[in-house]
């Protein structure tokens, strides 16, 4: 990206838009699927009730988006620090 023009600053702000974008879509998978277990779960033994409480979800998704963006951080300081000179002689 450096080639074209692009921005270190750049560089970093895709990156870390990568891995949030990723926390987020993970989480709501995960919380979904979550959900969805506890109904089946419930339909199969309906004499057991399984509560899961929407902040708790939240919670969830929350957690998962800050340790995703602070997951980030590292390959995206990285990624800035780059020399592109050895990086096209190697390509």
């Known amino acids: 990206m450096f080639a074209v023009g692009v921005t270190p600053r750049s560089v970093y702000q895709i990156i870390a838009y990568e891995a949030v974008a990723i926390g987020v879509i993970g989480a709501i998978i995960g919380v ?11 339909l199969a033994k309906p004499q057991i ?3 899961i409480p929407w902040w708790g979800a939240l919670l969830v998704i ?4 800050l340790c995703c963006a602070v997951a980030g951080m590292i390959p ?3 990624a800035i620090r780059v020399n592109i000179i050895n990086v096209l002689r190697e390509e």
Do not use: E, R, Y
Request: aromatic share 20%; charged share 10%; hydrophobic share 70%.
């Open 76 to 78: 995206a300081k990285q």
């Open 32 to 42: 979904t699927v979550t959900f969805a277990a506890a109904f089946i779960f419930m």
């Open 49 to 51: 009730a399984v509560d």
């Open 62 to 65: 929350f957690i998962s988006v």
